[in-house]
């Protein structure tokens, strides 16, 4: 506890990474070696645990500062028409069916590859291209709906019915 209060500085955080530490650590009690100490090797994971952490929270605030300035291609915005238009697409990945959601977050948001994206989720490769494909497809069709909208365009599409 000593030591994630140290890594996070917040007491609260503390307690989550010591709980996310003990859960890895069962999950991955069959990598234990029985003659080697238990709590370097806690600590190791602690410390993993952390890192990763870090790392997803910087990786994610990159993603939402680069989604700021981002405006349908050809369009300027202004801020509050920004954030309407970054809310729209919230609300419609939002509303993609979970399969397709996580495929799509993974690819799109965290740059995994198709290959990694297969691995995590157990999926065979194709499975994973298609359903990214009709998660595309959908949030194309949802932006139809605003097809009057000249600020709009669609990629990857046309805007032709």
């Known amino acids: 506890m000593r030591y994630a209060r140290s890594l996070t500085r917040d007491d609260a955080a503390a307690e989550d990474l010591v709980q996310q530490t003990l859960v890895r650590a069962i999950e991955r009690s069959d990598s234990f070696r029985r003659d080697a100490a238990l709590e370097p090797w806690l600590m190791a994971l602690l410390h993993n645990l952390f890192v990763d952490g870090t790392r ?16 349908p291609a050809g369009a300027s915005l202004l801020p509050q028409e920004q954030q309407l238009y970054l ?40 499975t994973v291209m298609s359903r990214l494909s009709r998660a595309r497809a959908a949030l194309r069709d949802a932006a139809l709906d605003r097809a009057a909208d000249p600020k709009l365009r669609i990629i990857g599409g046309t805007d032709a019915g």
């Open 87 to 126: 809310d729209q697409i919230a609300s419609r990945f939002d509303a993609l069916p979970e399969e397709q959601r996580a495929v799509l977050h993974l690819v799109a948001i965290e740059g995994r590859t198709y290959a990694e994206v297969a691995g995590t989720l157990n999926l065979p490769i194709g």
């Open 56 to 71: 997803r929270v910087a990786r994610e605030r990159r993603a939402m500062d680069g989604l700021e300035g981002a405006t």
